[in-house]
């Protein structure tokens, strides 16, 4: 019988076999009894947990599947597992990124990688010719969000790997924005994908996480979970149970962001104190086309700009009362932050609020912004 998306998640762990729970036991043993008989150790067995834990295991396997990858590792936060891969690449490799990311990555390659001999050239992902003008011989990595945090920009993923690949380069697409659920950057060309758990993987904000998948066991794969065990950054068995907890709902959980934020998104775009709204799943949206080919459908996250400029939009957020002024998103309250003021070096723009759409009643939350934007 071939399962579903949503069946698989719920049915993936299966009943614990010692005791027929149906709810995994949480590992915390660090070290696991193994019998001394000379002989190197499967790579599977269990010895000692940063290597592998039943937890880590577990979680690692759903991810895989869910992205469809051969390979993947649950480290301890997003930003943990982009570190990882720079750490993977060699001095006087070239990097190609987006202009617009999580600014945390931003600062890993300008202030800690740029000395280490990793060079970085930033380009605008939504302008394909830009891309292709800027990719050289010695480009190991493209990397790239799509919907981009924060400023919503869309990438064309299978455009794009097609250009790194003629060029010798590997894709890596952080699919935190717009979840497994909605986009399959693998079967798309990519060649890794990065998540932060954190947001809609785990999906109730009790959680830090990150995972790397990649497409196939190629060496960059080996030499990422060489760094993970050697290196020790990898989930704890606490986490990683929380984050397979938050997988068995992601599909329906997204779905009711999606639709929350989509509402959310039509009553802004038609209010007059409202500059424009970046929603992927809006029709102003100016990727729409793109947005509806390669996202089944949208997140919980959008961007909007403030008419009246920046104190403005401050005091948007300071009027209302449902939607907490708190950074992060993909959890189950809907949050609001104005991103210029907590993003170092950034030319986001100054009356720009990022919102993450929770999962309370869409009625609710247009009655909160049209209480604050009277
Ligand atoms: C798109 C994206 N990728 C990665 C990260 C980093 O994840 P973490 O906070 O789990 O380190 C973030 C954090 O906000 C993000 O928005």
């Known amino acids: 019988m071939t399962l579903r998306p949503e069946t698989r998640a719920v049915h993936s762990a299966g009943a614990d076999p010692a005791s027929g729970a149906i709810v ?10 193994y019998e001394t008989t000379g002989e190197d150790h499967h790579p599977d067995q269990l010895i000692y947990t940063r290597w592998q834990n039943p937890n880590r295991a577990a979680l690692e396997a759903t991810l895989a599947q869910l992205e469809g990858g051969a390979a993947a590792h649950a480290v301890t936060s997003g930003s943990a597992a982009m570190l990882t891969i720079f750490q993977a690449l060699r ?9 617009d990311m999580y600014f945390g990555i931003r600062v890993q390659l300008n202030e800690f990688f740029a000395p280490w001999g990793l060079e970085t050239t930033y380009v605008d992902m939504s302008d394909l010719k830009a891309v292709r003008a800027a990719i050289r011989p010695d480009t190991k990595l493209v990397i790239l969000e799509s919907p981009t945090n924060p ?16 060029n010798g380069a590997s894709l890596l697409v952080d699919n935190t924005v717009a979840t497994p659920v909605a986009q399959s950057p693998i079967a798309l060309g990519a060649d890794i994908v990065v998540m932060s758990l954190t947001k809609y993987i785990a999906g109730h ?3 830090l996480g990150g995972a790397i998948i990649f497409a196939r066991e190629d060496e960059l794969a080996e030499r990422v979970m060489r760094l993970v065990r050697i290196g020790g950054g990898v989930l704890s068995p606490m986490n990683c149970w929380l984050a397979a907890r938050g997988l068995q709902s992601l599909a329906y959980r997204v779905r009711a962001h999606s639709e929350n934020a989509l509402q959310v998104a039509c009553f802004l775009a038609e209010h007059p104190k409202i500059e ?31 008419k009246g ?5 401050i005091d948007l957020v300071n009027r209302l009362k449902l939607f907490t002024s708190a950074t992060s998103f993909g959890g189950t309250h809907s949050l609001i932050e104005h991103r210029e003021s907590i993003e170092e070096g950034t030319s ?11 999962l309370e009643h869409p009625a609710d939350l247009i009655a909160d912004l ?5």
Not at 91 to 99: A, E, F, K, Y
Not at 277 to 302: C, E, F, K, N, T
Not at 370 to 374: D, F, I, N, R
């Open 24 to 33: 995994p036991p949480i590992v915390l043993s660090t070290t696991f009894e």
């Open 91 to 99: 001095p006087g490799d070239h990097i190609l990124s987006s202009d």
């Open 151 to 166: 400023l919503i920009r869309l990438a064309d993923i299978a455009a794009i790997a097609g250009i790194a690949h003629e």
């Open 205 to 207: 904000h009790d959680v």
């Open 276 to 306: 424009r709204v970046d929603y992927p799943h809006h029709p102003s949206h100016p990727q729409y086309d793109l947005a509806l080919r390669q996202m089944s459908i949208g997140s919980g996250l959008m961007s909007i700009l403030v």
């Open 309 to 313: 400029g920046r104190q403005a939009a």
């Open 348 to 358: 986001t723009p100054a009356n720009l609020l990022r919102v993450s759409i929770g």
């Open 370 to 374: 049209q209480q604050a934007l009277e």
